[in-house]
């Protein structure tokens, strides 16, 4: 790997997932270096805390070295960098969707429901807090979804962020069911062939991780 | 009002104050159309569940009549359609760079940390969970803007949004005075002449709600 690569740290199954699928997706090449969310442990030994004092996964290290953080930016620029392979509107109503979606996956759905309800060690009433937000904010998915193929007109980071979100469904026991529109959104997401390979990678990464913590 | 001119959807001092600032900024034209939080009506009687399901402010109503969610994309969607009057960078990093910051307000402060300590009806378990997450966010924000003017490189929608999040410290008891960076920060946004308008005008219809409550 040369100096100038990018660089991705992620951890298995968490939502730098997304990142992934957006690099596969869009061709572009990048060092992966998986983090220990909890130690804040790169895989070679270092302290992901001086990368981000957050501890929050995906980091991007650009070619020029510089540091970018959450989620939502990391995707932009992958797909801006590529926007001859990867589903990126340039034209401003578009976009302004394309922000749309990022934002409320981002919000309502990752920080709003899904992280209070992975920390197992958080209080029952904060688990029931944001269960309760569940069901609107699923209605609004499914109802943006029904009768799309994808969350825009084509493939694109949205896509892959709310498949790795929307997989933390079955770590929570937050019922997809109710949706049909939604489960078959996931069963076409995961026949995706960037989605696919990044969700077979990071599943075997992540049991063996779990494996390493027993 | 024309027809064809863009309405905005606010709240007063709910995250919709933002937009208000960029409208401001950019010398947008938009109508503003209050909306209380609690009925869901709209200030001339209209449902506003009929414009947005989820009741969440602000809503942009574009030239064109699509409706536009989410704090991000509405601001984006502003300063983008007057990028001669207000900062919205065009070059990739900049960019990457103003994603980051409108993600990290929108994710870690606003839905993260304000969101549930607004909420007056959530449980005490709640409010603390979310209290013990503003330490670390506040003192990434206070080590970005140690030394400068702006979240970016000069004034720009980062700014309407930090602003805005960063004014319900007072409403919810968080301490930014261990941050004399963040302190000296929001006392440069109220001079601003677009923050200044924006707060000063929403201060007065909170005001007006809060008395027509009682």
Same mark, same amino acid.
């Given at each position: 790997v040369e100096d +100038?690569?990018?660089?991705l740290y992620f951890s298995p199954l968490a939502c730098s997932m997304a990142s992934r699928i957006a690099l596969y997706a869009s061709g572009a090449e990048a060092e992966l270096?998986? @983090?220990n969310t909890k130690t804040k442990r790169t895989a070679d030994g270092g302290d992901f805390l001086l990368v981000n004092p957050l501890g929050l996964v995906p980091v991007l290290r650009t070619d020029d070295g510089a540091i970018l953080t959450e989620n939502s930016a990391v995707l932009q620029f992958i797909a801006? !960098?590529?926007p001859e392979a990867m589903f990126a509107p340039r034209e401003l109503d578009e976009r302004a969707r394309l922000h749309q979606w990022l934002s409320f996956i981002g919000t309502e759905l990752h920080k709003g429901i899904f992280v209070p309800l /992975?920390?197992?060690a958080a209080h029952e009433a904060v688990h029931a807090y944001a269960r309760a937000k569940a069901s609107s904010r /699923?209605?609004? @998915?499914?109802a943006r979804l029904e009768g799309r +193929? $994808? @969350?825009?007109?084509? $493939?694109?980071?949205a896509d892959a962020y709310l498949f790795t979100v929307l997989n933390w469904a079955a770590y929570t026991q937050v019922a997809l069911d109710p949706w049909p529109a939604i489960v078959e959104y996931m069963r076409r997401m995961r026949a995706h062939p960037a989605v696919a !390979?990044? $969700? +077979? +990678?990071e599943k075997a990464l992540y049991l063996q991780e779990q494996e390493a913590r027993v």
């Amino acid at each position: 790997v040369e100096d +100038e690569s990018m660089k991705l740290y992620f951890s298995p199954l968490a939502c730098s997932m997304a990142s992934r699928i957006a690099l596969y997706a869009s061709g572009a090449e990048a060092e992966l270096i998986q @983090v220990n969310t909890k130690t804040k442990r790169t895989a070679d030994g270092g302290d992901f805390l001086l990368v981000n004092p957050l501890g929050l996964v995906p980091v991007l290290r650009t070619d020029d070295g510089a540091i970018l953080t959450e989620n939502s930016a990391v995707l932009q620029f992958i797909a801006d !960098r590529h926007p001859e392979a990867m589903f990126a509107p340039r034209e401003l109503d578009e976009r302004a969707r394309l922000h749309q979606w990022l934002s409320f996956i981002g919000t309502e759905l990752h920080k709003g429901i899904f992280v209070p309800l /992975l920390d197992k060690a958080a209080h029952e009433a904060v688990h029931a807090y944001a269960r309760a937000k569940a069901s609107s904010r /699923l209605s609004w @998915v499914a109802a943006r979804l029904e009768g799309r +193929e $994808f @969350v825009l007109d084509a $493939f694109s980071i949205a896509d892959a962020y709310l498949f790795t979100v929307l997989n933390w469904a079955a770590y929570t026991q937050v019922a997809l069911d109710p949706w049909p529109a939604i489960v078959e959104y996931m069963r076409r997401m995961r026949a995706h062939p960037a989605v696919a !390979r990044a $969700f +077979e +990678e990071e599943k075997a990464l992540y049991l063996q991780e779990q494996e390493a913590r027993v």
